[in-house]
């Protein structure tokens, strides 16, 4: 019996394939074909057609959870625009949709759940990016005369739009603390939230949603949040330097060493190059060594210019090591991967026993703090 019982436990919480059905209507649309691309719950990326028949059309398929999916005027995979592309949110059950040719963005979407919470936040983001839209425009004019001039604006202007954004997404998320909407949505936000944080909203999914595409996709986030922390070991890794010569963490032994994780197009990372000189100036002598890993691995050559230019070339380089493949990109020697970094600059900052004892992401006080740490090992 006790068997038994255990078995209908774990049906329970198997999704089992259904039959979605999306019924669409297209007003003034020409082409002979419509198109839906999707990735499945086994992450199975589909490009479908349909034919466009006196404005109507049909998509249907097997999927196990409701899942994001982009309705498109065009077959290119890469081609995304309000007036021929529209995000919305499919389930395992008859839908209809309504859409205008050259307006794709305010399709109309009945009787999915997911879509009726995604919907309300993308109408809200389709006005807030109404409202900033001149002052868009007005950098990506500054973008093209100065990738540093853009980066500097953008970060001092844009900080009322990153608010307003934030405010639409914690407010839906907190409206649907349950639904597979928040659980998608949380994947973009593991970086700004804490481990304890995220752990919190993943408790409080049902079963159903954990074991969704989502759902465990944020669960291998919160147990990806457990690497390259203080207390852990730092992972080793190989590679050639700047100048084509063998480096290896493990050459490092017996010496306080400091990852700085940068790269030649990050403003911030640059301007906090003076301020490493003078840390290394002041502690190398004294067992404490820099190693550069630049995310510019298909821009080796801004790297090596980057180097040159602001003086850094006094401690040793390697680049992250993400390769780009056809298929996407080969993370095998991806230092970024092995140390969770997904924020410029981060910094870590190892003990001589290879141990972590700091994390550093940002400036500011993040800076503060790393001075203090290394002004209590070294001295002042």
């Known amino acids: ?47 479908d057609s349909a034919t466009v028949k006196n404005g109507l059309f049909r998509f249907s398929g097997n999927v196990s959870e409701p899942f994001m999916a982009a309705l498109k005027n065009s077959s290119d995979p890469r081609s995304y625009n309000d007036s021929g592309n529209v995000s919305l949110f499919l389930e395992p059950k008859k839908m209809t949709i309504s859409v205008e040719e050259g307006n794709f963005a305010n399709a109309q979407v009945e009787g999915s759940a997911s879509q009726k919470q995604f919907g309300a936040m993308q109408q809200q983001i389709r006005y807030v990016n109404k409202k900033w839209k001149v002052v868009m425009d007005t950098l990506s004019a500054v973008n093209k005369r100065s990738n540093f001039e853009y980066q500097e604006l953008k970060n001092w202007v844009l900080s009322p739009f990153h608010m307003d954004m934030d405010e639409i997404y914690d407010r839906s998320m907190n409206q649907y603390p349950t639904s597979y ?13 804490s481990a304890d944080s995220l752990k919190k909203w993943y408790a409080g999914f049902p079963e159903k949603v954990k074991q969704s595409k989502y759902g465990k996709s944020l669960n291998e986030d919160i147990q990806r949040k457990k690497i390259g922390i203080p207390g852990t070991m730092a992972k080793g890794f190989s590679s050639e330097d700047i100048d084509g010569k063998p480096l290896s963490l493990a050459d490092y032994k017996g010496k306080y060493v400091l990852l700085d994780f940068w790269a030649s197009w990050c403003l911030p990372c640059r301007k906090g190059s003076p301020h490493l000189k003078e840390l290394y100036g002041k502690y190398k002598d004294k067992g404490f060594e820099i190693i550069g890993i630049s995310d510019d691995d298909s821009k080796p050559d801004a790297w090596r210019k980057a180097v040159e230019k602001d003086g850094t070339g006094i401690w040793k380089h390697v680049l992250r090591g993400m390769k780009r493949t056809d298929s996407g990109f080969d993370r095998t020697n991806d230092k970024s991967d092995f140390y969770n970094i997904h924020a410029l600059p981060t910094k870590i900052l190892i003990d001589p026993n290879g141990q972590i004892i700091g994390r550093y992401t940002g400036e500011g006080e993040e800076d503060k703090s790393m001075d203090e740490k290394l002004a209590s090992i070294f001295g002042k």
């Open 181 to 193: 909407v928040t659980a998608y949505y949380l994947r973009f936000k593991v970086n700004e939230l």
């Open 1 to 47: 019996m006790k068997y038994l019982l255990t078995l209908i436990s774990l049906a329970a919480v198997i999704p089992c394939k259904a039959q979605f059905v999306l019924d669409g209507k297209v007003s003034g649309y020409k082409g002979k074909y419509i198109y839906l691309q999707y990735a499945d719950d086994k992450g199975t990326y589909i490009r």
